[in-house]
């Protein structure tokens, strides 16, 4: 088990080895690798989807001195994530992928 804490200062925390983990998925833009998820080179997204069916988004930063966060997100604000990662439909949790389908351009 490991316990990580939520940044909020809840107390509230979830164990990140029994958590589905989903990293963004980034494009090479000439120069660097770019965040679909945060549109930026240095900042960094990544999803847990706990056993009890909660989101946590983990976000870290590549510039010194900043702090890696770990925050309670709602099925939408989720669903809105994975919508812009480009994941194929096997790759996003079943949980939201009626979500996701909607937000997606055809």
Do not use: C
């Not at 080895?17 to 980034?26: M, N, P, V």
């Not at 770990?70 to 939408?76: D, H, P, T």
């Amino acid at each position: 088990m490991k316990r990580v804490a939520l940044t909020d200062r809840s107390g509230q925390w979830f164990d990140s080895e029994k958590a589905d983990y989903y990293k963004e998925d980034s494009y090479h833009d000439g120069r660097n690798f770019i965040s679909k998820a945060t549109g930026s080179q240095w900042e960094h997204e990544a999803i847990y989807v706990t056993k009890s069916g909660k989101f946590i988004l983990n976000h870290w930063s590549n510039w010194q001195g900043s702090s890696e966060t770990y925050e309670l997100i709602s099925k939408e604000q989720a669903a809105e994530w994975f919508a812009k990662q480009g994941f194929q439909d096997d790759q996003i949790p079943e949980v939201f992928s009626k979500e996701v389908a909607a937000l997606e351009i055809a």
